[in-house]
């Protein structure tokens, strides 16, 4: 669920939260209303309500240094990268994670999604952050995209194997992770 | 291709600039360095590059108030109506249009697409544009994931045709694409 992605980001930016919960189904006009494609998450901050995870991802990382950068440079490859990592990337996982869903015996995405992984390959064997030279929101967003296990179990990359462990280690996503888990038990 | 969405978005903001052409096979190391995924566009404003045709239309449209309003509110959903367009829409159409390429029996993401079409269509039939009641940046967006002929034969969907009819008879959308049809007429 995407809202981790919101967790995580105000766990790194040490910004005060709460997490309300919203019916698995029957999601009725109210939610709608908030999140015309049904889902979730979004995210309300005094009067702005923002859906989209990446858009609210983006929206905290302008209120805090520490998931993006203020100089123009570090900003636009922060920026880059978000964005490569919804449109690049998980635009590829996800319809291919779909697609393994629906047992089809052969699933035409693969080939895509390898390229995309091989591609990412080559640039974290050489980097250990995606831009800036220091964590930012992008790391945040790239590594909640890569680090399904299915996708993960794809090939042998070690760039990026490595580069996922080390950002999913930091105590900010473990945080949020065991909270999310958490809430999803008590909602049980 | 996706250069359309920055050159049409220079020629609604007014702002100068100039298209040069990268060859469409042998991309080399050099290209790669600028586009890790070895597509096209890549931006050049100054000192910075970006990739990612998402994030140089972000990037444009703070640089003009006639891609994004400049309060917090309008900033926000212009935001959100960007992102929803690359990882909500763009993530099923591009997926769904690359398995029907590929001749496949059945279309799996075809009930996917389908449903988020409609989410839309609910949208489109009750306003003009997206976000802050005026022709922005997520408009020129959206507009231009949905206007592929293959997805707006899907269906009748009254309220997205007259919404991608209404955008794409834009001066700047038909100069933008004109523009593109002879660059690449000339590049043959």
Redesign the interface.
Known sequence: MRDLRLRWACEEAGLAYSVRTVPFSDRGQDH?ARQ????VPFLCDG??E??????GL??LARKSEKLMPRD??GE??T??W???A???M???T???W??EM?G?KEN??GG?LES?LD??E??LQEREWLAADRFTAADLLMADVLRIPKVRSLGDRPGTESYVTRITERTSFKKAHADQLAHFAAAD
């Open positions: 709608l015309p494609f049904g889902q009067e702005l923002i859906f989209e995870s990446g858009a983006l929206h123009s440079v636009a490859k920026l880059q978000i964005i490569a919804l449109n690049s998980e635009m590829v996800v319809p291919w779909f697609l629906t089809a035409h995405l895509w995309r591609h990412l080559d640039i």
